[in-house]
């Protein structure tokens, strides 16, 4: 029998790798510290609990990098893609779940796996010199402990940017006769009918007075040890955009395009939309409406929003920090700490940004430890998929000097070749589609089958 492979953190990323090292035939011991220990954003002690949206953005494998990169991991095996395809809730073009049926399915699955022993306990500090074979998974809410261990063995000295939580609103107090369901240009996506989103409209006069509320109303104050903190800019609370232009948000989180009022005819000045949260549909989470407004003021100001005067809030928004390392400085390429190679990274903590990314980390960090385990040198992702270009970006292919959390994207990946006879590169939705094609043979190439085998 292998000796086991030690996995700190049972979010997203831990429980993904745990999953793919016990696929692999290797023994697994899972660290979670919930409910022993809890956390700023954790509302249970589930393995794999969403702590922010339910969404896990596009699904769209043709067009979009993280609808790939969805596609790459149900190829791969993936335990959250299976989860989530599981508990699919209508959400236009986007993956979006039943959060607690998404979690409790993840666990389950965990659970019933006999080669994974689960460990409720905190890992204070830095792991046992006699773990040969760690993977650190504790995501942006890494204990202080832990988090004051990692400085040490890294020579960092700031670990931590503030991450915004969205509020969620019963559907039933929402006034549907101002609000309407549509998706953007009626978008069918999974599970969906293309009037997947309620919309809430502002008019001018609406929006301006909405904007004024939010720059002026008060906010979670820092702790002094928190000032300063960065935010990660893609995931920034709605005031704080507020307060960067008065139209920021028309154009951004509240932009009206695709979207037509039924009552009117017309497209509104602005829109809030509120996107299904749980598979019954009783809850829906505003979108991109992250915030650090104290509790009364949430509840006072978003209620200014027409269709949402009277709401009734399941969960207000809050704010939390997270952590994460400068991994293109820090590790090497396959996570590993090049201070300590007994330890490799994964998840949030990596300096990825998203569920599926923190995830797909996660996969990748497994594949490799369990590769080792089973004595075989771990087999690297192709640059030109999805996971290739998330680890490459990761453990090298960005700056130091500027490293900031990131989503996977086009831009991480290489350039496709120009056609033969063609004056120049695909652009527009060719190359989106020339790099998607690519990416999925590679990846089939690199898991040794064809597409038509796996059907």
């Given at each position: 029998m292998f000796k086991p492979v030690h996995v700190i953190g049972g979010g997203l990323a831990g429980s993904e790798a745990a999953w793919q090292l016990a696929r692999a035939g290797v023994p697994v011991i899972l660290h979670e510290m919930r409910p022993i220990r809890g956390t700023d954003a954790h509302?249970?002690?589930?393995?794999?609990?969403?702590?922010?949206?339910?969404?896990f953005r596009s699904d769209d494998a043709a067009n979009n990098a993280v609808g790939l990169l969805h596609e790459e991991m149900r190829r791969c095996g993936s335990l959250i893609l299976r989860a989530a395809d599981a508990h699919k809730v209508p959400a236009g073009g986007a993956l979006a779940v039943d959060r607690h049926g998404f979690s409790g399915a993840a666990q389950a699955a965990i659970e019933a796996e006999p080669l994974i022993e689960i460990r409720r306990?905190?890992?204070?500090?830095?792991?046992?010199?006699?773990?040969?074979?760690?993977?650190?998974?504790?995501?942006?809410?890494?204990?202080?402990?832990?988090?004051?261990?990692?400085?040490?063995?890294?020579?960092?000295?700031?670990?931590?940017?503030?991450?915004?939580i969205a509020p969620i609103v019963h559907r039933d107090s929402i006034d549907?006769?101002?609000?309407?369901?549509?998706?953007?240009?009626?978008?069918?996506?999974?599970e969906g009918d293309g009037a997947d989103y309620i919309n809430c409209p502002l008019d001018r006069d609406g929006y301006y007075a909405f904007i004024d509320a939010l720059i002026a109303g008060e906010k979670t104050s820092f702790k002094e040890w928190e000032k300063d903190t960065p935010y990660f800019d893609g995931c920034l609370p709605i005031e704080v955009m507020a307060e960067r232009g008065r139209d920021t948000l028309a154009f951004g989180p509240m932009k009206p395009v695709g979207l037509t009022d039924p009552r009117t005819g017309r497209r509104p000045h602005a829109v809030v939309q509120l996107r299904q949260d749980n598979a019954l549909g009783t809850l829906f989470n505003i979108v991109g409406f992250q915030t650090k407004l104290k509790h009364g003021e949430q509840t006072r100001i978003f209620r200014m929003i027409p269709g949402l005067q009277n709401a009734e809030f399941a969960r207000l928004g809050g704010l939390h920090r997270n952590t994460f390392i400068n991994s293109p400085r820090?590790?090497?390429?396959?996570?590993?700490?090049?201070?300590?190679?007994?330890?490799?990274?994964a998840g949030q903590i990596t300096g990825c940004e998203g569920y599926v990314e923190s995830a797909a980390v996660g996969l990748m960090a497994g594949r490799f430890a369990a590769a080792e385990r089973l004595g075989a040198a771990p087999s690297l992702p192709p640059r030109t998929t999805?996971?290739?270009?998330?680890?490459?970006?990761?453990?090298?292919?960005?700056?130091?000097?500027?490293?900031?959390?990131?989503?996977?994207?086009?831009?991480?990946?290489?350039?496709?070749?120009?056609?033969?006879?063609?004056?120049?590169?695909?652009?527009?939705?060719?190359?989106?589609?020339?790099?998607?094609?690519?990416?999925?043979?590679?990846?089939?190439?690199?898991?040794?089958?064809?597409?038509?085998?796996?059907?």
């Open positions: 509302l249970t002690d589930s393995l794999a609990e969403l702590v922010c949206s339910n969404s306990e905190e890992i204070a500090g830095a792991p046992p010199q006699d773990w040969d074979s760690v993977i650190v998974a504790t995501g942006p809410l890494t204990s202080p402990s832990l988090s004051q261990a990692i400085l040490e063995l890294s020579g960092e000295s700031n670990l931590a940017f503030f991450d915004a549907m006769n101002i609000a309407w369901f549509q998706s953007r240009y009626d978008k069918v996506g999974p820090l590790l090497d390429g396959t996570f590993r700490l090049k201070a300590r190679p007994a330890l490799r990274f999805a996971l290739g270009a998330l680890l490459a970006h990761i453990t090298g292919g960005a700056d130091a000097a500027t490293y900031q959390p990131m989503n996977v994207n086009f831009g991480l990946f290489p350039d496709v070749p120009t056609p033969a006879g063609a004056k120049r590169p695909p652009r527009g939705k060719d190359k989106k589609l020339a790099i998607t094609s690519r990416a999925l043979a590679d990846l089939d190439a690199w898991l040794g089958v064809t597409r038509q085998a796996a059907e």
